[in-house]
Nanobody, 126 residues
Framework: QVQLVESGGGLVQAGGSLRLSCADS????????MGWFRQVPGKEREFVAS????????TYADSVKGRFTISRDTVKNTVNLQMNSLKPEDTAVYFC???????????????????WGQGTQVTVSS
């Protein structure tokens, strides 16, 4: 059973940085692609970034390109999201997600993912 656990959220000033991590507490990662999404109250959950586990192919939302970097650590079996130059509009609950199988790297919809973490709050003050 895949059990995703996010960590690393918190409060940061605009222009600052945070690093989120996602670990599978249930078993070793064997997912095809891992993604990060975010959600603010009253809005739909939106795609942030994804990475294929085997090749490390990355996809980013336009709103975070050049500021966020997704990576995976195949030794620690974690997926990380380095967030730089944070803006108040980046404030949200960030969720880690996993998709078991696939082809290619473009998976940006919530329904395309099989497992979800509980989320971690990121707050960026102005």
């Amino acid at each position: 059973q895949v059990q995703l656990v996010e960590s690393g959220g918190g409060l940061v000033q605009a222009g600052g940085s945070l690093r989120l991590s996602c670990a599978d507490s249930g078993r070793t990662f064997s997912s095809y692609v891992m993604g990060w999404f975010r959600q603010v109250p009253g809005k739909e959950r939106e795609f942030v970034a994804s990475i294929t586990w085997s090749r490390g192919s990355r996809t980013y939302a336009d709103s975070v390109k050049g500021r966020f970097t997704i990576s995976r650590d195949t030794v620690k079996n974690t997926v990380n999201l380095q967030m730089n130059s944070l803006k108040p509009e980046d404030t949200a609950v960030y969720f880690c997600a996993a998709r078991r199988t696939g082809s290619g790297s473009y998976y940006v919809a919530t329904y395309e993912y099989d497992y979800w973490g509980q989320g971690t709050q990121v707050t960026v003050s102005s």
